[in-house]
């Protein structure tokens, strides 16, 4: 049961990163679908995104994506055969910032570059 599950938000997050891309506008120069993560029942689905810019292009692309939920959902039923359709929940994924920041200080404390050249 639980491959069935990462299948289906594999399968949500191809999908929905495609509407995104085609369907909807944002300020911030890049929006991407990071990872989704559903409940059990496949009844919700955490979508976590990615967006490029400051914090008020952030913040604007999770408004614009939480204003299309219903839309979203819409497309959704349409183009994935699911008993229920999973309730989006849109959320800032932060990982990129993090790893950013963490390189940031490693650099500051004079760790040895540990990228390939």
Do not use: W
Request: glycine share 4%; charged share 30%; aromatic share 6%.
């Amino acid at each position: 049961m639980k491959y069935r599950i990462e299948r289906v938000c594999k399968t949500l997050r191809r999908e929905l990163g495609i509407l995104i891309l085609k369907e909807l506008q944002f300020r911030a120069p890049l929006v991407s679908v990071s990872s989704v993560d559903a409940t059990p029942d496949l009844r919700h689905a955490y979508v976590y995104i990615s967006a490029l810019g400051n914090n008020q292009q952030r913040e604007d692309a999770l408004r614009v994506l939480a204003s299309h939920r219903v839309y979203l959902q819409h497309a959704v039923s349409k183009r994935i055969t699911l008993r229920y359709t999973p309730h989006l929940h849109f959320r800032s994924d932060k990982s990129i910032e993090r790893g950013i920041r963490i390189i940031k200080l490693m650099d500051e404390l004079g760790f040895p570059d540990l990228r390939s050249d």
